[in-house]
């Protein structure tokens, strides 16, 4: 990533009616997915240039740059556009492991079996701990 990304990039992709692209976030070892977010033209542009997962949050209505208050940054590897230009995926190297607000290292968690939600992986750190 670098300063110097020229932003004409932008106008390719696909921004819905709030002017918003969802984003996944995808570790770049292991290849599973760690989250998901949304992110607006200027969140998109500072991950570009920054290095680094900056999104926009919907409930604080502002940018929020992963790990500003955990510390669990996601360095980011590449960014893809899918074949519709609607959906973002980052490459990331996600810093101590934990993704997730609850703990764990990806938000998706639960698994549908016989028609109920189970929870299959591990609080790695207690979110109190955290926040």
Not at 13 to 27: E, R, S, T
Not at 40 to 48: D, F, M, P
Request: glycine fraction near 6%; hydrophobic fraction near 40%; include cysteine.
């Amino acid at each position: 990533m670098s300063e110097s990304v020229p932003v004409s990039w932008l106008e390719d992709v696909y921004w819905n009616q709030d002017g918003l692209v969802p984003a996944i976030a995808q570790d770049a070892a292991t290849g599973r997915i760690l989250m998901m977010a949304w992110m607006n033209r200027e969140s998109l542009q500072l991950t570009a240039t920054e290095g680094r997962a900056v999104y926009w949050s919907r409930s604080r209505n502002r940018l929020w740059r992963k790990g500003e208050e955990s510390g669990h940054l996601q360095t980011v590897r590449e960014v893809r556009l899918d074949c519709d230009a609607d959906v973002i995926v980052l490459q990331v190297e996600q810093i101590g492991g934990i993704a997730c607000h609850t703990g764990r290292e990806s938000c998706f968690y639960r698994v549908l079996r016989d028609g109920k939600w189970h929870t299959v992986d591990p609080v790695i750190k207690d979110p109190d701990q955290i926040y």
